[in-house]
């Protein structure tokens, strides 16, 4: 048996099997065999019934003393099973499973595993895995049991011998890091790593499998960023454009705002970088509203005087028009064409643009995903710039590139991500950072607010509307339960617009609407026509409104800080006063601690290093949608200095010439290469 086979090549993965298996993206025996449990059950120390510990997931082994049902009432029976080791006894409930009454049998041994409860005076587990086993083969059932993430229609134990069967039909996992590195960090074998990671044979196997397997993902990760890094730095020519001239120069004068020392020294470092030998591959990070489209738009007319075209890509249809209206203010007079293509665009329209494109006459490209269509071809692309890429992936990034020969990259985020992540996610990319906002923003007052202070919010919403300013209510919208969070939006927008605000103009967005329906609420909004603009989700809002002063956010408790200060960029644009009141009835600590920090910090970046120590490195940063390979167990944030050692074993393997196409193929997918070898 190979990693690549199918999964349906394992003992007892029948059609329906095979298909929930799917389902957890699981589609070889590979797939199958690195899908690792997220924690395990201790089943090797049975703990006495007299020194159980509340809330404590805990064994226990004894006899059962007693067995009784209950029906407390018409659909609901209650096995209560009484079990004793001498010292103590629980109470085993199981709630409607009234077989389970002919499996047990006064005087039997028992071994129980659950969360330990007291209650009314006695102690119990709720539905504990129990395993009968006679005192002489305890042993038997003793061990770490791995507990897998699960899909409907598929059960521990199930999943538990389908990893089993497949452990005993796979030969050896063959090795895949160079021996020399294996040996000089000590690493544990792979084939015995994958095995103890399923089936520890103690906590300290399980320990270091877990540390080879986060070396392995991080050392490949790694490998990949840099082998794209020293593709850059071969020799390889790029554009190299001239000194800053009447273009770039037009565009300065005409930004109506003087540049802050964070823009200037990003548009230096570009320069510099556009001025050199090689490919410019920067990111910009910038916190909301500190100015990152200026610095495009210079890059942009730098490229455009040097006879090159530029490309910007956006992530949503409202961000691009708004990048388009502003990159069109700056731009006219100075003879840079431009024009805008996204998914709404009419077909008799997109024809001549792409015609203009091919010609070289558009010299800049701005749009969303549809730039990466195979129809969009330019003429001369010198310059390709990503904005809010975390919501772009590598391999779209790559896409867009292969459509120019070596063309500067310039990739921007409104998002702070720490060093470590920037390291690991953008390894192949030299970092600029814009800390200072604008001159004239003032810090947006934030606020963490309960029901019983809604009257006082509303009266203040009214008065600053009354004041010609706009107001912003984003209600929480979770993929899982579209129809109920659309549902509450529209509630919610229905009960403002009737209840609370009868006399103000109020608008509704959501991620059903049709494209064109989005966009006319939006461009209402933005000419001041809406006062009041509910949305359901993040991306309708970002847009640049001036005149908007307050960003509500509903069921705040839903949002991590990252994304709770982006909603809070959405206001604080003009010279007024601007609020974000968040709003939640959560007594949930965790929820209560990020609006606390949210009251108290204003610097994005702080509150990305506070995001990713409450939440982890894989909620504050999907990695799906950066087209990374999967990273099933290391941690970025929390294995920092395992990133660190297999950065630095990569770099060394590279160096001695180790090829690992083969791999980085697997792991990254065959865009790695197309740009690699562009």
């Known amino acids: 048996?190979?990693?690549?086979?199918?999964?349906?090549?394992?003992?007892?993965?029948?059609?329906?099997?095979?298909?929930?298996?799917?389902?957890?993206?699981?589609?070889?025996?590979?797939?199958?065999?690195?899908?690792?449990?997220?924690?395990?059950?201790?089943?090797?120390?049975?703990?006495?019934?007299?020194?159980?510990?509340?809330?404590?997931?805990?064994?226990?082994?004894?006899?059962?003393?007693?067995?009784?049902?209950?029906?407390?009432?018409?659909?609901?029976?209650?096995?209560?099973?009484?079990?004793?080791?001498?010292?103590?006894?629980?109470?085993?409930?199981?709630?409607?499973?009234?077989?389970?009454?002919?499996?047990?049998?006064?005087?039997?041994?028992?071994?129980?595993?659950?969360?330990?409860?007291?209650?009314?005076?006695?102690?119990?587990?709720?539905?504990?895995?129990?395993?009968t086993v006679s005192p002489d083969h305890l042993k038997d059932v003793q061990g770490?049991?791995?507990?897998?993430?699960?899909?409907?229609?598929?059960?521990?134990?199930?999943?538990?011998?389908?990893?089993?069967?497949?452990?005993?039909?796979?030969?050896?996992?063959?090795?895949n890091i160079p021996a020399p590195v294996v040996s000089q960090w000590k690493l544990m074998d792979r084939n015995e790593a994958v095995r103890n990671m399923h089936q520890p044979q103690s906590e300290e196997m399980q320990k270091q499998a877990r540390y080879r397997l986060a070396f392995e993902e991080l050392f490949f990760l790694q490998a990949g960023v840099l082998t794209l890094r020293r593709r850059r730095e071969s020799g390889k020519a790029g554009i190299k454009c001239a000194p800053s001239g009447e273009l770039v120069n037009g565009v300065i004068r005409r930004l109506p705002f003087i540049m802050t020392e964070g823009q200037k020294q990003a548009f230096l470092d570009i320069e510099s970088d556009m001025e050199g030998l090689r490919p410019m591959q920067r990111l910009i990070q910038g916190d909301v509203g500190s100015g990152k489209t200026a610095v495009a738009a210079l890059a942009l007319a730098k490229?455009?005087?040097?006879?090159?075209?530029?490309?910007?890509?956006?992530?949503?249809?409202?961000?691009a028009e708004q990048h388009q209206k502003t990159l069109q203010n700056l731009f006219s007079g100075l003879h840079i064409s431009s024009a805008l293509l996204t998914g709404r665009t009419k077909n008799s329209e997109r024809e001549h643009i792409l015609e203009q494109l091919r010609q070289g006459r558009i010299q800049v490209l701005i749009g969303t995903h549809a730039l990466l269509e195979e129809n969009v071809v330019f003429r001369t692309l010198g310059l390709v710039i990503t904005d809010e890429q975390h919501r772009f992936g590598v391999r779209q990034r790559m896409a867009l590139e292969t459509k120019g020969q070596f063309p500067h990259v310039l990739v921007m985020t409104a998002t702070p991500i720490p060093r470590t992540m920037a390291l690991s996610v953008y390894g192949d990319l030299d970092v600029s950072m814009i800390r200072n906002l604008p001159a004239g923003r003032k810090p947006v007052q934030t606020y963490a607010v309960r029901k019983d202070m809604l009257p006082r919010v509303y009266r203040f919403m009214k008065k600053e509307m009354d004041q010609s300013h706009q107001i912003y209510v984003v209600c929480p919208l979770v993929e899982k339960s579209e129809k109920q969070d659309l549902q509450a939006a529209v509630t919610e927008y229905e009960?403002?617009?009737?209840?609370?605000?009868?006399?103000?103009?109020?608008?509704?967005?959501?991620?059903?609407?049709?494209?064109?329906?989005?966009?006319?609420?939006?461009?209402?909004?933005?000419?001041?026509?809406i006062q009041l603009l509910v949305a359901t989700s993040v991306i309708e809002v970002g847009i640049n409104v001036p005149k908007a002063t307050v960003m509500f956010v509903h069921g705040a408790d839903r949002f991590g800080l990252s994304q709770l200060h982006q909603l809070r960029g959405r206001v604080g644009r003009g010279s007024s006063q601007s609020y974000c009141i968040l709003y939640t009835d959560s007594k949930n600590e965790s929820a209560l601690l990020r609006m606390s920090l949210m009251t108290q910090i204003h610097d994005g970046f702080l509150l990305a290093e506070k995001d990713l120590m409450l939440r982890g490195s894989g909620e504050f940063f999907g990695y799906h949608q950066h087209g990374l390979p999967d990273l099933k167990v290391a941690d970025i944030i929390r294995d920092l200095p395992i990133l660190e050692q297999a950065r630095k074993a990569a770099s060394l393997c590279l160096k001695k010439g180790y090829d690992f196409t083969d791999e980085l193929h697997r792991r990254f997918g065959r865009t790695f290469f197309e740009i690699l070898y562009h």
């Not at 510990?53 to 009484?82: A, C, H, W």
């Not at 049709?514 to 609420?521: L, N, R």
């Open 144 to 175: 770490w049991r791995p507990l897998y993430p699960l899909t409907e229609g598929i059960r521990m134990g199930q999943m538990r011998k389908l990893i089993q069967n497949a452990l005993e039909q796979m030969g050896d996992i063959k090795e």
């Open 303 to 319: 490229i455009v005087e040097n006879g090159y075209q530029g490309a910007l890509m956006v992530p949503t249809e409202v961000l």
């Open 495 to 529: 009960y403002l617009r009737t209840s609370v605000f009868p006399g103000y103009s109020c608008g509704l967005v959501h991620g059903r609407m049709k494209g064109q329906e989005k966009a006319e609420v939006m461009e209402k909004f933005r000419l001041g026509k």
């Open 1 to 131: 048996m190979n990693l690549s086979d199918s999964v349906s090549t394992v003992r007892g993965v029948g059609k329906k099997i095979e298909e929930k298996l799917h389902g957890l993206h699981i589609e070889t025996v590979g797939d199958l065999l690195f899908f690792f449990p997220r924690e395990y059950q201790d089943w090797i120390h049975p703990v006495r019934m007299d020194e159980l510990s509340i809330g404590e997931n805990q064994m226990v082994y004894g006899k059962i003393v007693d067995i009784k049902e209950f029906f407390p009432r018409p659909g609901l029976s209650l096995l209560t099973v009484v079990v004793s080791d001498g010292m103590g006894a629980v109470n085993l409930i199981f709630f409607n499973q009234k077989w389970k009454k002919n499996e047990f049998f006064t005087g039997m041994h028992i071994a129980a595993y659950g969360k330990v409860e007291y209650t009314y005076g006695k102690w119990q587990m709720n539905g504990p895995e129990t395993e």
